[in-house]
């Protein structure tokens, strides 16, 4: 055929379409957040996603330059609001690194206790948000209903819902009251029923495996490369847990397991994450034994004061590693600068790698595993 | 995305989906069902019939008051550590004299559009003469109700 | 002239009281082709008022049954306050609706696009005609009801492209485009499963069908043939739940990507049409669905005469209903419990699994209809 064919003639072999622009704006019921995603598609499918943040951009840094150090902690609850109890410690333990306190043994069980409910709440939100992205709106409630009883939990010890604003450097704001330990073993208990409806729910049925396996596949060597920290980490076959890497608190005292997969595709960050839910059960309740019910909550009260120096912690939040250094230019009580390394930047920043060649319904899969809270990117 | 299998493995993986695609659906009903016929699983509240009995818990932090006694003296020195705990400037403390001309609280301006309801104020305050209420139910059609002047009478200083 | 194809009590009344009534005219009024021409069209319009009292009736009784069903499964109530436990929430919200401005967005085609939600209604209505839903309630009692229903059911593929190509909308394109492949696949699942149906009862017209299972509730399509009828019933809940665009399949408006898909650009009455299509969609669907394997207006007798009696004594409408509506309360759990699957692999799933299975089955039917006779 191709003999018949005058010379220098080349039939086409592809059809020829144009790629088109699509926007996936800053308001949008899945981005999480105002995120507004720039996509570049052939059809159905993504050639190439480009993330443009910064629409919840509320110069938290900068207020900080003029706040004293009290006054940041109340401000870092709206980070990653979904658990602000964990952002609260991540300040909290770098200003102690700073004005050299200890913390007392009660103090540091209620740590443990409240920073492993704020985890279960954040993975609560993540599968809600995950059957509620997929089209089953049904799991949205699912996930909420229990968090509702952790915000009731939260209520009763810190004031508040959502923004708890409770550490203090050597302890924290004020003791929890006798029906805190109670409340959680009661939580406990229902959270075993519930997450098994919820895991009989979604974890096996066919579509939700259809959807997940396979997709958005990130390898170990990325998630290194690219500074992915949590469950992403953990679910693309790399070991690596701040508990247990940098044991702070009182986490070495604790009997739990990591939970790490190899695929690193959005079914194992699904699964991962229902793991830790159970793993935290686990820890929540070695702590609920152990609770002592005597002693002091916050170590002797003095003013907040940091000598000159550079401070740094990190911690293991629900989303991944959140680190916060202080730097204090001249002992007093306010800093030159705080910085907070927040976990879900990467992990947008590695979006891109992973949504291409996949379809629009597929990048909405990985935007829910990946479980970015965007006003922590945009600060 | 495509793997090469053979042509026996692909209708054994499509046999055995047809068995366990149908059961797996079959459970996410089953949680559907009990889910539906079961009214004690209701966790909303009904919420404007069930105002009377509601009560938040006793540290919930709402809006601001003074602590005053049945005469309406308040505690507060006018010591200004409020103001300076606040982190967004929604407390000022203004203080005259009295007529041994001493420093005592004049008026108590609060600004309730911008407060966060942090609690760093009652922290702060040395005399235990502010606290933050169960008040929940603070929306309003008029801004100016937002400014308010929370002490009755001068202070005693 | 207009003879009708087929009497029932209803018309032969008109037919009787026509000339009676026209007795009163002037006498060169009277004669007997205006006499008839009178009774065609009172009959029509009394079908016409009774398809769209059924159709549009429902259309807000199901609306706050499927916010109640919804609800329930998630732990809450659902509407509460308007009515006793929000019963006329849908009124207030139709009226909303209707007060709401019409607008099309600049660079649409503003005749396909006004156009557009007129055209999805057809399709249910004229199903919904064929459909008995008494012993005498049939509106058009065609010889040919089946392949009519599946002729019939393209409208609804139109309706949707255009509304989503006249939107100058890039996402209503990708939602009308998905819908369009997805409906034209589903068509041949729901033809399939028609044809079984029409190869077991041996009729195509649907009356026949439905007097075909006759007897107690094991002479139902359904449990009369071992486990094809069940697997059949089955077959046709999904075809049809992807001809309604319903979750889970639901991919032409699937909300969390495409934020609305063909609707986007849709507000007030003609977003309102669109949404009552759908309904009236699920009224007929599942009308279908009970006339073919659920018996119709059949009662469920047991067999046992004296619970017989009292169940014959209980008109055949209120049998339909009820089984009408369980089959909707059926659709809804579906909807809520069920995430939606991707767009080639809802391609996928209809010509890989459905369309090999309904070949079997029909194989399977016809080996059975040989030797069972």
């Excluded at chain 1, 009251?177 to 049925?205: G, I, Q």
């Excluded at chain 3, 009308?287 to 059949?298: K, R």
Aim: net charge neutral; hydrophobic share 45%; with cysteine.
């Amino acid at each position: 055929m191709s003999a018949m064919l005058p010379p220098g003639f080349r039939i086409q072999r592809e059809t020829n379409t144009e790629e088109f622009f699509i926007n996936m704006g800053p308001q949008h019921p899945s981005t999480h957040g105002a995120l507004r995603l720039a996509l570049r598609m052939d059809g159905e499918t993504i050639v190439e996603v480009v993330p443009h943040f910064g629409y919840i951009h509320r110069g938290m840094e900068k207020q900080a330059e003029s706040m004293s150090y009290l006054q940041y902690i109340a401000l870092s609850d709206r980070q990653d609001y979904l658990t602000a109890i964990q952002n609260n410690l991540g300040v909290v333990i770098a200003l102690e690194k700073g004005m050299n306190v200890g913390v007392p043994e009660k103090a540091e069980y209620i740590r443990v206790m409240l920073q492993e409910l704020g985890r279960i709440a954040s993975h609560l939100v993540f599968y809600g948000c995950f059957g509620g992205d997929l089209g089953g709106q049904t799991c949205l409630l699912f996930g909420f209903k229990e968090r509702e009883m952790i915000h009731d939990i939260l209520e009763e010890v810190t004031g508040s819902r959502l923004t708890t604003n409770y550490f203090r450097p050597g302890g924290s704001r004020s003791d929890v009251p006798d029906t805190f330990v109670p409340r959680v073993k009661a939580f406990l208990d229902h959270l075993e029923d519930a997450m098994r409806d919820y895991e009989r729910f979604l974890s096996k049925n066919v579509i939700v495996l259809e959807r997940s396996i396979g997709i958005g596949v990130l390898s170990k060597e990325d998630a290194i490369a690219y500074g992915c920290s949590g469950p992403v980490l953990r679910a693309s076959g790399v070991n690596f847990d701040v508990r247990r890497v940098n044991p702070y608190s009182i986490y070495d005292q604790f009997d739990f397991d990591i939970p790490v997969f190899q695929n690193g595709d959005c079914y194992d960050r699904y699964k991962i994450r229902i793991a830790e839910i159970h793993e935290s059960m686990k820890i929540l309740r070695q702590c609920v034994e152990k609770f002592p019910k005597e002693g002091p909550w916050r170590s002797k009260e003095k003013p907040v004061r940091l000598p000159e120096g550079r401070y740094y912690s990190e911690i293991e939040t629900a989303k991944g590693l959140y680190a916060t250094y202080v730097v204090a230019a001249t002992t007093g009580e306010k800093p030159y600068r705080i910085h907070t390394r927040g976990p879900s930047f990467p992990h947008i920043a590695a979006l891109n790698k992973m949504a291409q060649g996949h379809k629009i319904s597929d990048l909405v899969t990985i935007m829910a595993t990946l479980d970015p809270v965007i006003p922590e990117i945009d600060r | 995305m495509q793997e090469n299998i053979t042509l026996l493995q692909y209708f054994k993986r499509y046999f055995k989906r047809c068995i366990t695609g149908p059961w797996s659906l079959i459970c996410g009903l089953s949680v559907s069902l009990k889910y539906f016929f079961d009214p004690r699983r209701i966790v909303t509240e009904q919420y404007p019939e069930n105002r009377k009995t509601l009560k938040m818990h006793e540290r919930f932090r709402g809006r601001l008051e003074m602590i005053e006694d049945e005469e309406g003296n308040n505690r507060c020195t006018a010591c200004g550590m409020c103001e300076r705990a606040c982190p967004n400037a929604s407390i000022n403390v203004l203080s005259t004299k009295n007529i041994a001309g001493k420093k005592v609280l004049g008026r108590y301006v609060y600004h309730f559009a911008s407060c966060t309801q942090c609690g760093l104020c009652v922290e702060a305050c040395p005399f235990g003469a502010i606290r933050m209420n169960q008040d929940f139910e603070v929306a309003t059609t008029d801004p100016n109700t937002l400014e308010m002047i929370l002490n009755k009478k001068e202070g005693q200083g | 002239m207009f003879v009708p194809s087929v009497t029932n009590p209803i018309g032969d009344f008109v037919r009787d009281m026509v000339p009676r009534v026209a007795e009163f005219l002037p006498a060169s009024l009277q004669s007997d082709t205006l006499n008839s021409i009178a009774a065609f069209l009172i009959n029509a319009l009394i079908c016409v008022i009774a398809v769209c009292a059924v159709n549009i009736g429902s259309a807000p009784i199901l609306i706050f049954m499927e916010r109640k069903v919804c609800a329930h499964i998630q732990c809450r109530l659902g509407p509460m306050r308007l009515g006793w436990h929000g019963t006329i929430q849908t009124i207030a919200d139709v009226i909303k609706m209707l007060f709401k401005e019409v607008y099309a967005p600049s660079g649409a085609d503003k005749l396909m696009f006004y156009l557009a939600p007129l055209i999805v209604l057809i399709a249910p209505f004229i199903v919904c005609a064929l459909i008995p839903f008494g012993e005498n309630l049939v509106v058009a009692d065609v010889d040919m009801g089946i392949p009519l229903i599946i002729a019939v059911n393209g409208f609804g593929v139109l309706g949707i492209l255009l509304g989503g190509w006249s939107s100058n909308n890039k996402y209503s394109l990708l939602g009308a485009l998905r819908s369009g492949a997805q409906m034209i696949s589903y068509e041949i699942s729901f033809a399939m499963i028609l044809l079984f149906v029409v190869m077991i009862s041996g009729s195509t017209n649907l009356m026949s069908i439905t007097m075909g299972q006759a007897g107690t509730i094991a002479d139902w399509w359904i449990f009369k043939i071992p486990v094809l009828g069940i697997i059949a019933f089955i077959l046709f809940f999904i075809s049809s739940t992807a001809e309604m665009n319903r979750a889970p399949f639901d991919i032409a408006e699937a909300e969390q990507e495409l934020t609305g898909g063909y609707h986007t650009e849709y507000n007030g009455t003609p977003f309102a049409m669109f949404y009552l299509a759908e309904y009236i969609a699920l009224v007929t669907n599942s009308a279908l669905a009970t006339t073919c394997f659920l018996g119709g207006f059949l009662p469920p007798c047991i067999g046992v005469a004296f619970v017989d009696n009292y169940l014959n004594m209980v008109p055949g409408v209120v049998w339909f209903f009820a089984k009408v509506y369980f089959m909707i309360w059926c659709y809804m759990m579906v909807r809520w419990t069920f995430v939606r699957p991707r767009v080639d692999q809802l391609m996928d799933f209809e010509w890989k699994f459905l369309l090999p299975v309904n070949l079997v089955l029909l194989c399977a039917g016809a080996a059975y209809i040989v030797i069972v006779g």
